[in-house]
Each structure stands twice: as structure tokens, then as C-alpha cells.
């Protein structure tokens, strides 16, 4: 199971940490992410790595974001940065696993995250 978890209000300009923990632990995912997903609009990438440690941005946060992982806390981190209202979201925790070109996903509960003064 993933538990994501991290979110909150936060202003502009300010930052926040969001927690992904797997309780089977996370090595055997081969990318682990994060996607947002708004209120009628579709979940969408935003940051992603594998388990090599490559990453992968959407451009909205290149420069902003930073997502990590650490294999003995079973736990990926989103460290956002410099957030903007557009960042408002609900924001989801994903792992998945690539074997013969299928991909099995696993999904977090959503963590809100809400960017206002």
C-alpha cells in the first residue's frame, strides 16, 4: 500500500515536502511518481523516477520541483518549491511495475495540496 501525505496550505512563493511511503517497501517498483489531478480535468504527471534515479518533469515545475527516493525508508519525496496557485491540486502518490512492456500501477490516496494567501 502507498500512503501519501505532505500536503496542506501553503502561500505563494512558499514551499512544502509531500511523503510517499510504501509499506512493502519501494525497490521493487521500477518508477515510482507523482501526478496531480484537478476537478474535472485529467490526472497528469508531474514529476517521476526510477529506480536507476532518472527523473522526468512536467515543464509546468521543471526548475521548482525535486522528487526523491530512498530505498531504506520505502519512502519518494516531492519537494516543491517557489509554489504557485496554479499549483493547487490533489496530489497523488504512484509506483509501478514494467515487466514485458505491461505496466501495473499502484496509487496513493490523493494529499491536497492548496496554494493561496
Known amino acids: 500500500q502507498l500512503q501519501a501525505s505532505g500536503g496542506g496550505l501553503v502561500q505563494p512563493g512558499g514551499s512544502l515536502r509531500l511523503f510517499c511511503a510504501a509499506s512493502?517497501?519501494?525497490?521493487?517498483?521500477?518508477?515510482m511518481g507523482w501526478y496531480r489531478q484537478a476537478p474535472g480535468k485529467q490526472r497528469e504527471l508531474v514529476a517521476a523516477?526510477?529506480?536507476?534515479?532518472?527523473?522526468n518533469y512536467a515543464d509546468s515545475v521543471k526548475g521548482r520541483f525535486t522528487i526523491s527516493r530512498d530505498n531504506a525508508e520505502n519512502t519518494v519525496y516531492l519537494q516543491m518549491n517557489r509554489l504557485k496557485p496554479d499549483d493547487t491540486d490533489v496530489y497523488y502518490c504512484?509506483?509501478?511495475?514494467?515487466?514485458?512492456?505491461?505496466?501495473?500501477?499502484?496509487w496513493g490516496q490523493g494529499t491536497l495540496v492548496t496554494v493561496s494567501s
Open positions: 512493502g517497501g519501494i525497490s521493487s517498483f521500477n518508477v
Open positions: 504512484n509506483a509501478a511495475r514494467i515487466t514485458i512492456g505491461v505496466r501495473t500501477n499502484f
Open positions: 523516477i526510477t529506480s536507476a534515479g532518472t527523473t
